[in-house]
Structure formats: C-alpha cells, structure tokens
C-alpha cells in the first residue's frame, strides 16, 4: 500500500486503520485504484497533496458514516464550472461518490463532490506533473 517508509501519509493511514480498518481502508484501497486507473498515473505518496486527500477521503467517509451532510456552502456555478472545465475529474469523482452512496445508501452532497474534486484534481495535477519531470 505504502512504498515509501518516509511517506508523511503513513501517519493518516495508521489513524484510519485504528479509527475502523474494514471501512476506511478498504475505501482507500479502493479510491486510489480507481484514480491510478481512470487517469493512467502513478501516484507519488510523498507529495502533500497526497497526504491532503488522504485526510479529506478519511472525514468525508466518517461524515457519510455518521450521516452528517455537509450543503450549501459551495456556490452552484463552482461545481458546474469545475465539471466543464475537468470533465475527466468530474468523471473519475462521481464514480467514486457513486460506488460509497450505493454501499451504504446514501446521498454526497454536492458540497462533499465539490471538495472530493479538488483533492482529485490536485493529486492528478500533481501526478502528472511529477511523471513529466515537472516540479
């Protein structure tokens, strides 16, 4: 899971395996594949972007668990805006979205897509640039 023993994810992926390891890890496990797959790139888990997602991925995911919804604090025309300009992001995160709303019948708020599509875009954007040699 964790190539790196200098990750600095390793701290967030310890806490969300002591917190519920059936749930959380198995949504990690899940999710990065899926990102690794959608977009073809290889994630490098000593980026802080990384890090980030990992710590928003694993409070979205309690906040599903516990049905707390978060709403109405992005602006609409953001989320419409960022699925026009990031079809592919929008994509890749509605799947996502979909598979944990279909497990546990819920429904993420658009707040919740809106900020899930940030941490993915970063972590592509990050990605990608890492696989070109970019800084």
């Known amino acids: ?12 992926v310890i806490n969300i395996v002591r917190d519920n390891p ?10 990065q594949e899926f990102i690794l797959n959608h977009f073809s790139i290889k994630i490098d888990q000593d980026e802080f972007a990384f890090n980030r ?3 928003h991925l694993r409070y979205y995911l ?3 668990q516990s ?7 992005v602006n609409p025309n953001l989320l419409a805006t960022f699925k026009k ?4 992001v929008y994509a890749c995160t509605q799947q996502i979205v979909n598979f944990v709303d279909g497990r546990y019948h819920t ?17 592509v ?6 696989e070109e040699g970019e800084e």
């Open 62 to 64: 309690k906040r599903i």
């Open 1 to 12: 899971m964790i190539h790196s023993k200098k990750s600095p994810c390793v701290f967030v």
């Open 53 to 55: 997602f990992l710590t």
């Open 85 to 88: 300009e990031s079809p592919e």
């Open 125 to 130: 954007r990050k990605s990608t640039c890492t």
């Open 107 to 123: 429904a993420t708020s658009d707040d919740e897509m809106f900020y899930l599509m940030v941490y993915v875009n970063r972590i």
């Open 22 to 31: 059936s749930f959380f890890v198995a949504y990690f496990l899940f999710t």
């Open 67 to 73: 049905s707390e919804i978060s709403d109405g604090e």
